[in-house]
């Protein structure tokens, strides 16, 4: 036998999101995913002469998330000026960048928003001052090097002057500290005094000046920090070699310069140190030698810059009419109380500003309201600021709310009202009974309803809390598993606020801010920072955030609090988290971009949110345009979503996603197979919004396939009556022709018993046509695939796999990865009938399948497709064989390349699993039997499926049959080398393989619990 051709083959263990760009998805499958797209910071214009200007800014690394989207003014800005021959680009060097990388770290913990800018100065390096490196440091000084060292000074200064007089003339509530080192810090000390005799030191928080050549004896800044230090009453080498350009301002309450300085530094205190040492001294700024007092000095800068308050509460969301009492809490400040002070500015009718930060009052009407003030700090007295606290107002009841497969609303009398799937009692009505139409759940006085598609919760007006529907991981709110059709209260509290459901987990929030979640935690969706299985009640999220809302998705959770700050935790492959990275998080999570959210909501895979001023957010998977920027690129940071105006809600289904307007209108983006765009809209879907034709009062929330919004109703797939509309619509393809072939020939399980694998497979391919010569002719390539879809029935609440996502959500996966792989050819092993139905909606009817639902709920799941557009139907019949037990029908057709003509056999078969090895022997027998049957026609055959067997597959049928495997191995005569990565999933051929790929990634381990196995088949 001749051995198998496989030019490529790789094993992918670890995926990376699909869709990342290539160097971010390459660095991902070795696990380096953390952060990656959060390097693609803009770079600086490269210049020849010192300027200071836009372009100047330093890349991300060294701008904050609030900087970048506050734009030119900040809340601290930070100029560097390097020397000594430091500095790149626009990268600070050694000494400027410890002083101004901890200044940035501090500033993003509080919140402060912050931008360094770097001077850029062609410095020489200080060994051009000296004559000699022999003798006392400041005997072999030369005055013509120090003229040269000193040169690049003035236009320095110059390009600062001009940078701090524009940025405070431009944004003048920005703070502003130079740090400078060598000629840097003449420069920063040349500009203090320059802005202290302009009389505009208020807003200039100070300096740092590392070795500075113009320090003078006895400096206001004191004695300097060093390693030792250098003396107070010496001096720098231009004060004591040329003109002395005098001492820097003196300190008061808001402004202080901070100098260090090694004793007998060549450049701020030549002495009678050897120069050779003088000189290291000078150098050693950036090195651990002087990494103490660079500390030292970057706390005292600190120091100073936070003495300007800064506010921590951004935001608060209340009800209709709800009476408000918060406070806007500030960090910074004087030290000692009170360290802030408030002076209101414009302030909602309703509400009132404190001078201490209490908001008090009640809003009646829905809506966004601003409160303006100015902030400042307190002895001592700082300039003030000017910010803003944003009231969000809600209307009293969430209105309707998508699940899973159902829907529910509140009405305005406190009724609640559910329609749609209602299998596990979920629609609370007391039955287990679907309804098309709504029926009122048990109960009134409601408040808020969610529904997670298996079970469903309510906050009732007296601030209880209450779950009904399935129990099967604790989702009910307690410690048994008992399922409920009529709701029951969730613990004694009575101060719940909001809540929100997902399929098997559930997150609420109460008034005191606090956010509890209860349910499946497997993947970390609890934010408890555990991974245990299931919750015994509701279990409070870590951290001591202030939650003003949640929402419950998938495998995941997010939640937005009062400073306006989104955390996602729970599942992660796809980059739902939104922290730029695809690994699951256990506990709250920051949603990196610092974006500020009023709202959050979350699907399987993906997130978005709305900003207080109107513009929506999202990120995660992509695959049908579900984040709305023009792409289908997954992201793992959020991306803005395409203009579509100023939106107050968002809602997130599996492949699209819906936004409401401020006037009402919803437009919604990605796939819309099911509708879920809305009625106006048209086509198979978009990647940025589109008007969905409707116009709601209230929130979005979206379901698996379908999605609400209050006043405007329900629209997308109806499959189990979730509309609401008296009708359900099955997901099926529009005029589907009727299948071209007859029903498989009957053989019995008795016989099946009886038989040879032989008369078995006589008996399958005795009605087979005659090939005729253009069948056996010409080179033909296929992407082949075998694919173990993970049956519906295993994922359904009591199967065997509950913690994966159920089949219908699923079958939308696998369409994804049928897709990115390019595969025209699958055999599938173990898909329900729905799952056939759904796969052929999701791939917009470019399959057949055989035997599909034709031929019955056994034949179904060994089903293969093919697609269309490559391959026509010649023949089929089934092979019948063993399966735990009885037997079952697997596939067998012959098929035709549309564009070469030549014909390939197909057997796809999915063998017993476990112990019944008997079984799968008589089942790798009659494969074996059929292709040695079909041979004689003179035509490729191909075997796919999950044979639950590795070595023995190989043996039984490739090495007697003479088919290669698509993952190596090869036959010689009687011998057989098996391959050296085995599955119980195969794909045989008489033919050459290469690129073959064993796919373990992310978007394959939600999907299923094999690995999918595909590559390219040629025959020439």
Avoid at 218 to 233: E, Q, W
Avoid at 390 to 406: D, I, L, W
Avoid at 441 to 469: E, H
Avoid at 558 to 565: D, L
């Amino acid at each position: 036998m001749t051995p198998m051709r496989i030019r490529s083959r790789r094993v992918r263990k670890e995926s990376p999101v699909a869709g990342f760009a290539p160097a971010v998805a390459q660095l991902a499958t070795v696990g380096l995913v953390a952060g990656l797209l959060l390097a693609a910071g803009s770079q600086g214009a490269r210049v020849a002469t010192p300027r200071a200007d836009a372009a100047d800014l330093a890349p991300a690394a060294a701008t904050s998330a609030p900087a970048r989207r506050a734009g030119a003014c900040v809340d601290v800005l930070v100029v560097g000026i390097d020397g000594n021959g430091q500095g790149k680009k626009d990268r600070p060097g050694q000494a400027v960048a410890a002083i101004t990388n901890k200044i940035s770290a501090n500033a993003q913990k509080q919140g402060r928003a912050v931008a360094v800018k770097r001077i850029r100065l062609a410095t020489p390096g200080a060994v051009v001052t000296l004559r000699t490196k022999k003798g006392p440091g400041a005997g072999a000084i030369s005055r013509p090097g120090l003229k040269r060292w000193k040169k690049p000074i003035r236009s320095g200064t110059k390009a600062t002057r001009a940078l701090v007089n524009s940025q405070l003339a431009t944004c003048p509530e920005q703070q502003v500290l130079l740090v400078g080192y060598a000629q840097g810090a003449a420069v920063a000390h040349r500009v203090v005094q320059d802005l202290d005799a302009k009389g505009v030191l208020a807003n200039v928080a100070g300096a740092v000046t590392i070795s500075d050549p113009s320090r003078v004896r006895k400096s206001s800044t004191g004695r300097p920090l060093g390693d030792p230090a250098a003396a107070t009453n010496s001096e720098g080498i231009l004060t004591k070699l040329t003109k002395a350009s005098g001492d820097v301002p003196d300190p008061t309450g808001t402004f202080r310069v901070v100098s260090v300085c090694h004793k007998g530094d060549l450049i701020c205190n030549p002495s009678k140190v050897s120069a050779a040492k003088a000189l290291s001294l000078s150098l050693s700024y950036g090195s651990k030698k002087s990494r103490s007092a660079m500390r030292t000095a970057a706390d005292r800068a600190w120091a100073q810059v936070s003495l300007w308050p800064v506010p921590v509460s951004q935001q608060v969301v209340v009800g209709v009419k709800e009476q408000i009492s918060t406070q806007i809490n500030v960090v910074g400040g004087s030290p000692t109380p009170p360290a802030a002070r408030f002076t209101p500015v414009s302030v909602p009718a309703g509400l009132s500003l404190s001078d201490t930060g209490a908001v008090t009052g009640r809003i009646d009407a829905a809506g966004s309201y601003p409160v303006s003030y100015t902030l400042a700090g307190v002895s001592p007295a700082t300039t003030a600021k000017s910010r803003v606290f944003t009231v969000v107002v809600r209307e009293p009841s969430s209105g309707a709310a998508a699940g899973g497969q159902s829907s529910c609303a509140v009405r305005p009398d406190g009724t609640a009202w559910c329609q749609g799937r209602n299998d596990y009692g979920q629609l609370g009505d007391g039955t287990t009974t679907l309804r098309v139409s709504p029926t009122q759940v048990a109960g009134t006085g409601w408040a808020r309803i969610a529904s997670g598609g298996s079970f469903t919760c309510g906050i009732k007006l007296d601030g209880t809390l209450w779950c009904w529907g399935l129990n099967n991981f604790g989702q009910l709110g307690a410690a048994d598993k008992v399922t409920s059709p009529l709701p029951r209260q969730v613990g004694t509290t009575t101060t719940w606020r909001d809540v929100s459901a997902s399929w098997q987990h559930a997150c609420a929030t109460q008034t005191d801010g606090s956010a509890w979640c209860w349910g499946q935690n497997q993947r970390g969706q609890l934010g408890a920072g555990t991974t245990t299985a299931r919750s015994s009640g509701p279990m409070r999220v870590l951290g001591d955030q202030q939650w003003t809302s949640v929402s419950a998705g998938g495998w995941g959770t997010c939640g937005t609090t009062s400073s306006g700050t989104a955390y996602c935790w729970g599942e992660n492959s796809m980059g739902s988290v939104g922290d730029g990275t695809i690994t699951n998080r256990n506990r709250p999570t920051v949603v990196t971009g610092g974006i500020q959210l009023s709202q959050v909501s979350t699907t399987w895979g993906r997130s978005c949110g709305v900003t207080p001023t109107g513009q929506v957010w999202c990120w995660g998977e992509n695959s049908n345009g579900e984040l709305g920027n023009g792409t289908r690129t997954n992201s793992a940071v959020p991306v803005q979503v395409s203009d579509g105006g100023s939106f107050t809600a968002v809602g997130t289904a599996v492949t699209a996603t819906c936004a409401s307007r401020t006037d009402g209108q919803v437009l919604c983006w990605g796939d819309n197979r099911y509708g879920q765009l809305g009625p106006a809209a048209s086509g198979s879907g978009s990647s940025t919004p589109v008007v969905a034709g409707l116009v709601s009062s209230g929130p979005v929330t979206g379901g698996w396939l379908h999605l609400c919004a209050e006043g405007a109703g329900c629209w997308g797939a109806n499959e189990s009556g979730q509309l609401g509309n008296g009708t359900m619509v099955p997901a099926a393809m529009p005029a589907e022709p009727a299948s071209p072939w007859p029903p498989g020939t009957v053989v019995t399980t008795k016989q099946v018993k009886k038989w040879t694998a032989a008369k078995i497979a006589t008996t399958a391919i005795a009605g087979r046509p005659s090939v005729n010569a253009r069948a056996r002719r010409g080179a033909m390539s296929a992407e082949v695939m075998t694919f173990n879809i993970l049956g519906s029935q295993h994922t359904a609440p009591g199967g065997a796999r509950p913690n994966f996502a159920p089949g219908r959500v699923r079958t939308e996966w696998a369409k994804n990865l049928i897709n990115q792989r390019g595969a025209t050819l699958v055999g599938l092993s173990e898909p329900q009938p729905d799952q056939i139905t759904a796969l052929d909606v999701a791939t917009n009817g470019a399959f057949s399948f055989y035997p599909g639902n034709t031929m019955g709920y056994d034949a179904a799941p060994q089903s293969v497709m093919w697609k269309d557009s490559e391959w026509s139907y010649v023949w089929g019949n089934t092979l019948q064989m063993p399966f735990m037990g009885a037997s079952r029908p697997q596939a067998l057709v012959r098929l035709r390349n549309t564009s070469t003509g030549r014909e390939i056999y197909w057997i796809n078969a999915h063998l017993s699993p476990g112990k019944m090895q008997t079984d799968r022997d008589k089942g790798m027998d009659i494969i074996k039997q059929t292709v040695k049957q079909l041979a004689g026609d003179g035509l490729p055959v191909l075997v796919t499926g999950d044979l639950n067997e590795h070595a023995k597959a190989f043996r039984r049928i490739a090495c007697p049959t003479d088919l290669n495997a698509a993952v190596g191995g090869e036959t010689k005569g009687a011998a057989c080398r098996l391959p050296k990565a085995m599955r119980v999933d195969w794909i045989f051929g008489r033919g050459s393989f290469d690129n073959t790929e064993v796919n373990q990634g992310a978007q394959v381990r939600r999907t299923t619990d094999h690995a999918v196995v595909s590559s390219r088949f040629t025959v020439q």
